[in-house]
């Protein structure tokens, strides 16, 4: 979950709509985005992997 989170907080930055903090050296910058979107994906694995295999 909390990968999911600062994936968010990371992505949010590079598209430059999320302005916290003020200085922060991540605002506007489009590797952020990316960067984000892929801790979200991964994020997003770990929390549903362990979910399917048991399922199986």
């Not at 960067?35 to 199986?56: E, F, N, Q, T």
């Amino acid at each position: 979950m909390f990968l999911v989170a600062l994936g968010c907080i990371w992505a949010l930055q590079g598209l430059g709509l999320l302005h916290w903090p003020a200085d922060s050296f991540m605002l506007g910058e489009r590797e952020w985005v990316f960067r984000g979107s892929a801790m979200v994906l991964a994020g997003a694995i770990l929390i549903g992997l362990p979910r399917w295999l048991r399922r199986g």
